[in-house]
């Protein structure tokens, strides 16, 4: 019988608040997986899309509308969780006041991340795919944004590291992908191949001409070259060095090409001077003027001294006899197995032809499963009749005799007492008065100086008489 009460009781918990919690619990973990699911839908829109700078903004108003669902989500989540365990919401709102108050005082730096989010996400300061730079308060990263919340900024390096930026830490953003970019070369040339500084300046300009003439950096560009010579004069750094003359190259092209044109510029300029660029000094020290040829580099110097005495090696066979009690090698127990076999177990298991993780699609039915057993346990009337299939047995209350309490209203009244006051019989006048008595008015005063008392009734009446009020003295004028 009490393993009965025992079951009975735990099946009860568990129709009522069991599957409440557990449902509740799958809701949590599917929060962020749909947010994931949300924010993959938003990207493909925006590629979609033929302006890059639209497509941008639109990502980061999703990336920040998906952020906040979510927090309302797990808020809700929270406040159901707290009412199923029988927290009591009202009574927790005074010291909820005061924590929240103190929260507030506490992470002003929050808050203060939360405005600077409003502010980048309204003036669309930079959206996700930029290539940023931020400065200030002791920090210089750069790199490709990949998400924007109201708080942070999640932006990759360039060495693929991840770095997360508050919102109200980088004092100074640097936007390196907004609407066109500048290829900007500053590079010296040597005057020591060149008749005159003209020609050098003519021989950097058609080598950089001819670096943007290539078939993949010429779609890139969006306006000519622009050529600025004789930026400075260098003297030789190093005995036997070249005077050098820095020239600078400009160019402007599409947004995130700068660099690639950049470097094409650079490239095309050391083939032009290659051989300017690889003078050396001889090693007397003095000043040539001329492009010095390799070979001279080697004469009267022995390219090929004669090799030391060493001493015999053993034959292979012998040094193989040496070490034939080594373990033979095992090809499954290569370092790079290992770690080719880590990344494989890295990968999620997809599930319905990739479209959803194994996991997700777990969490989703048993999610169905626990609503459908949900369904089944219902019990609308609370007495049992048209109650779920697996419904617990109601509840049957215990009987209580009440004992009526005696109120002032339902008290029976007492017999009423009256109280008879007899008085002696008066003595008998031979005379009596005639009873005509007036109560005199302030206006009228009575003409007698004391009313008269009405005569007393007899005793052998029996009546009882209780006080009764003065009679009024008789109007004399009436």
Not at 96 to 111: D, L, M, P, R, Y
Not at 384 to 409: C, D, F, Q, R, Y
Request: charged letters at 20%.
């Amino acid at each position: 019988m009490l393993f009965a009460y025992i079951v009975e009781e735990a099946w009860r918990w568990v129709a009522n608040t069991g599957i409440n919690l557990a449902l509740l619990i799958i809701l949590a973990m599917l929060v962020p997986r749909a947010g994931r699911f949300a924010n993959r839908v938003a990207e493909r829109r925006a590629n979609a899309l033929s302006d890059s700078d639209e497509s941008k903004s639109q990502l980061a108003i999703a990336g920040v509308g998906i952020y906040i669902a979510q927090a309302i989500a797990f808020f809700l989540i929270l406040v159901f969780f707290l009412q199923e365990v029988g927290f009591s919401l009202a009574g927790a709102a005074i010291p909820a006041t005061v924590v929240s108050a103190a929260i507030g005082f506490g992470a002003q730096n929050i808050i203060a991340d939360f405005l600077a989010g409003f502010f980048i996400l309204t003036e669309k300061q930079y959206g996700v795919g930029d290539f940023v730079t931020f400065e200030g308060n002791g920090i210089e990263v750069s790199g490709d944004v990949i998400q924007i919340t109201m708080r942070a900024t999640q932006i990759r390096t360039m060495e693929q590291s991840t770095i997360s930026i508050p919102n109200s830490t980088a004092r100074i953003c640097i936007n390196q992908s907004n609407y066109w970019a500048s290829a900007v070369v500053v590079i010296p040339v040597p005057l020591l191949g060149s008749t005159s500084a003209d020609e050098a300046v003519a021989r950097s300009e058609s080598a950089a001409r001819r670096a943007l003439n290539r078939a993949d950096i010429r779609p890139k560009l969006l306006d000519d070259l622009t050529v600025h010579p004789a930026v400075d004069v260098n003297p030789p750094a190093t005995v036997g060095m070249p005077w050098t003359l820095d020239m600078r190259f400009i160019v402007r092209v599409e947004p995130l090409s700068q660099w690639m044109v950049e470097r094409a510029i650079r490239l095309s300029v050391l083939n032009e001077f290659w051989e300017e660029y690889g003078s050396a000094t001889t090693i007397e020290g003095t000043r040539l003027d001329h492009v010095v040829d390799h070979t001279e580099h080697f004469n009267g110097v022995d390219r090929y001294p004669p090799t030391e005495y060493m001493p015999p090696v053993s034959p292979l066979s012998t040094q193989r006899s040496d070490h034939d009690d080594l373990t033979p090698a095992d090809p499954d127990a290569d370092p790079a197995t290992d770690v080719l076999a880590d990344q494989e177990k890295a990968m999620p298991r997809m599930a319905f032809g990739g479209a959803l993780r194994l996991s997700t699609a777990l969490l989703i039915g048993a999610f169905i499963i626990l609503l459908i057993i949900r369904g089944l346990t219902l019990d609308p009337d609370g007495e049992g009749a048209g109650s779920g299939w697996l419904a617990p047995p109601p509840e049957t209350p215990t009987s209580e005799t009440e004992v009526p309490v005696e109120t002032s209203e339902t008290r029976a009244p007492a017999p009423a007492q009256t109280q008879t006051q007899t008085r002696p019989p008066a003595p008998s006048t031979t005379a009596p008065t005639a009873p005509q008595t007036s109560t005199p008015t302030p206006a009228q005063p009575s003409a007698q100086g004391e009313p008269t008392q009405p005569p007393a009734p007899n005793a052998s009446e029996g009546a009882s008489i209780s006080e009764a009020p003065p009679a009024e003295a008789a109007n004399p004028l009436g």
